[in-house]
């Protein structure tokens, strides 16, 4: 999607080692958020970020940090993990004034083994 | 807090079939509601969006009114292509807020059938 890309596209990993995920965007947008998609919930807020330095939880936060060091960039890592959170994850930002865009990444696919 | 409930998939339709996915919401105030599309291997895309009661959303043939009083958005189209074979999403957000991340249904599969 226009001026959001995550990276990697695809990883597999194995249980108890650490993870970042990255999203990177090319347009200076304040807002950003990390979601999850997994049959049978939709997409569910992970974290979000309102600025450099600013982030909050989501609904499915445990097992996650985050981290935004520069308005580019967020991150997602999990510390440790597991093979529950293996899952599609999708980051996107919010574009433009009031709730009229939000912009998705193409997403992550990742299998934790 | 705020939820989407939107009806279980798949649904399976031949093509120039009607089309009409139930949506419900529960929240506090007033929300934007949307609709999200996605396609095979690929992020969600807005399909189409109403911010105010009575308020009409469309898009590429597809449509949606905010209903407040029974506190839905049921997407529709009139006469589905193959091409419109894709997960749809339901969501909401609140506009009163500064930042107001996107409350969304579990997602509806369509598969269009020529």
């Known amino acids: 999607d226009a001026g959001i890309t995550q990276s990697p596209r695809h990883k597999v990993t194995e249980t108890g080692t650490p993870v970042t995920l990255r999203c990177h965007q090319t347009e200076n947008h304040r807002y950003m958020y990390w979601y999850r998609q997994d049959p049978g919930h939709g997409l569910r807020l992970i974290h979000y970020s309102y600025g450099v330095k600013d982030t909050d939880k989501g609904e499915v936060s445990d097992g996650y940090s985050v981290s935004r060091s520069k308005t580019e960039d967020f991150l997602l890592t999990l510390e440790s993990a597991t093979s529950s959170q293996t899952s599609v994850y999708f980051c996107?930002?919010?574009?433009?004034?009031?709730?009229?865009?939000?912009?998705f990444g193409s997403g992550t696919r990742l299998t934790v083994v | 807090g705020d939820s989407v409930t939107q009806m279980e998939g798949p649904v399976t339709l031949s093509e120039e079939a009607f089309l009409t996915i139930n949506c419900t919401y529960t929240a506090t105030g007033y929300p934007s509601l949307f609709w999200y599309v996605q396609y095979p291997g690929e992020g969600l895309q807005l399909l189409l969006k109403a911010t105010k009661a009575d308020d009409k959303g469309s898009n590429k043939g597809f449509e949606a009114t905010y209903r407040k009083e029974t506190t839905s958005f049921h997407l529709e189209k009139g006469s589905v292509q193959v091409s419109d074979s894709a997960v749809y999403f339901c969501?909401?957000?609140?506009?009163?807020?500064?930042?107001?991340?996107?409350?969304f249904g579990k997602g509806t599969r369509l598969s269009v059938i020529a």
């Open positions: 969501a909401l957000s609140h506009i009163a807020s500064g930042n107001t991340p996107l409350v």
């Open positions: 996107a930002i919010r574009v433009g004034q009031g709730n009229y865009g939000y912009t």
